[in-house]
C-alpha cells in the first residue's frame, strides 16, 4: 500500500539523519538511570518523528558504523535490538 511504503520512507529518513548526527557526535546515547531505558540526546521531536528513541536506537545498531558508534557510547546493540524486536512483536509501544 501506499501509505505503508511512505511511512517506510519517513522511518528511513528518520534513521539517515539520526545516523548523520551520531557519525557526528552531535546525539548521544545514554541509559536512564531511573528508568533504565536508553534515550538519545540532541535530537528533537520534530526530528524523531513518529519514532521512539528504542526504534531509532534499534535502526541505527543494524547499521555497522552507526553500531560502532553506539557501542563506543557503551550500548550493546545486540540487547538493543532483540529488546526493541520483542517489545514490537508483543504489541508494546515505546
Known sequence: MACEYLEQLR???ILAAAKRKILKGEITVKRNARTGRLEI???S????GPMGDACIIAGLAKQPDAA???????VNTTDAIRTHEHAHAHGIQH
Open 11 to 13: 522511518k528511513a529518513a
Open 41 to 43: 540526546l540532541g535530537l
Open 45 to 48: 521531536a520534530a526530528e524523531r
Open 68 to 74: 560502532a558508534a553506539l557501542r563506543r557510547a557503551g
